[in-house]
C-alpha cells in the first residue's frame, strides 16, 4: 500500500502565496512524474503542474510564472509553492504520484486533497 499526505492549503489574500507539499510512503519501489492537480466547484479536474522523475517541468498557462513545482526523490515529496495567487486559483489541489510498487506493479496514487480559497 502507498498512501499521499497533502498539506498546506489555507485561505489567503489575492496576492499572497501558499505552498503545498504531499509525502509519499508506503510500498515504493520507485516513483516517476509528481503532478499537482485542482478542481473548482462546477468544473472538472485539470492539470496544474507536473515534474519528471529528472526534473522536467510542465505547467499549464493558467499558473506559468506564479507557480513552482519541485519535488525531493529521498524524501518521496513533491511541493508547489504558488506566489501572486489570484481568486480563480481557488480550488482543492490534488497530488498524483505514479509510483513503482516494491512488487513492481504501476499505479497512479491521488491525495486526499487539500483546500485553496484566495480572496479579493
Known amino acids: 500500500q502507498v498512501q499521499l499526505v497533502e498539506s498546506g492549503g489555507g485561505l489567503v489574500q489575492a496576492g499572497g502565496s501558499l505552498r503545498l507539499s504531499c509525502a509519499a510512503s508506503?510500498?515504493?519501489?520507485?516513483?516517476?512524474?509528481m503532478d499537482w492537480h485542482r478542481q473548482a466547484p462546477g468544473n472538472e479536474r485539470e492539470l496544474v503542474a507536473t515534474?519528471?522523475?529528472?526534473?522536467?517541468?510542465y505547467y499549464a498557462d493558467s499558473v506559468k510564472g506564479r507557480f513552482t513545482i519541485s519535488r525531493d526523490n529521498a524524501k518521496n515529496t513533491v511541493v508547489l509553492q504558488m506566489n501572486s495567487l489570484k481568486p480563480e486559483d481557488t480550488a482543492v489541489y490534488y497530488c498524483?504520484?505514479?509510483?513503482?510498487?516494491?512488487?513492481?506493479?504501476?499505479?497512479?496514487?491521488w491525495g486526499q486533497g487539500t483546500q485553496v480559497t484566495v480572496s479579493s
Open positions: 508506503g510500498s515504493i519501489f520507485s516513483i516517476g512524474a
Open positions: 515534474i519528471g522523475s529528472y526534473g522536467s517541468t
Open positions: 498524483r504520484v505514479l509510483v513503482t510498487t516494491t512488487t513492481r506493479r504501476n499505479y497512479p496514487y
